[in-house]
Nanobody, 127 residues
Framework: QVQLVESGGGLVQAGGSLRLSCAAS????????MGWFRQASGKEREFVAT????????YYADSVKGRFTISRDAAKNTVYLQMNSLKPEDTAVYYC????????????????????WGQGTQVTVSS
């Protein structure tokens, strides 16, 4: 079992930066691929970024590529999402998620592939 708690959201002006954190419980955290998703008001939840269980590879949605960076710290059981050059369209509730299976190295971009979810953290970007 993996339990996830996000933090770091808030209000920021366009062009600014935020770093989201996702703290995970459970001894097997380091064996799960992790992902970030977001859901804007009135829209479906969408994929943002993912990192494989080893931390060696990452993959991003085109809308955030070059601006966002996903990383993980196995010693701290934490995954991060560094968000730079934020735009108003990045406004959403951001969720972190853990893969439903351990040790998978193929990038996971669909919600159905993740078995554990955090409660979400609000990010608001003002213009």
């Amino acid at each position: 079992q993996v339990q996830l708690v996000e933090s770091g959201g808030g209000l920021v002006q366009a062009g600014g930066s935020l770093r989201l954190s996702c703290a995970a419980s459970g001894r097997t955290f380091s064996s799960y691929a992790m992902g970030w998703f977001r859901q804007a008001s009135g829209k479906e939840r969408e994929f943002v970024a993912t990192i494989v269980w080893s931390g060696g590879s990452t993959y991003y949605a085109d809308s955030v590529k070059g601006r966002f960076t996903i990383s993980r710290d196995a010693a701290k059981n934490t995954v991060y999402l560094q968000m730079n050059s934020l735009k108003p369209e990045d406004t959403a509730v951001y969720y972190c998620a853990a893969d439903s299976q351990r040790y998978r190295s193929v990038f996971r971009v669909r919600e159905s592939e993740y078995g554990y979810w955090g409660q979400g953290t609000q990010v608001t970007v003002s213009s």
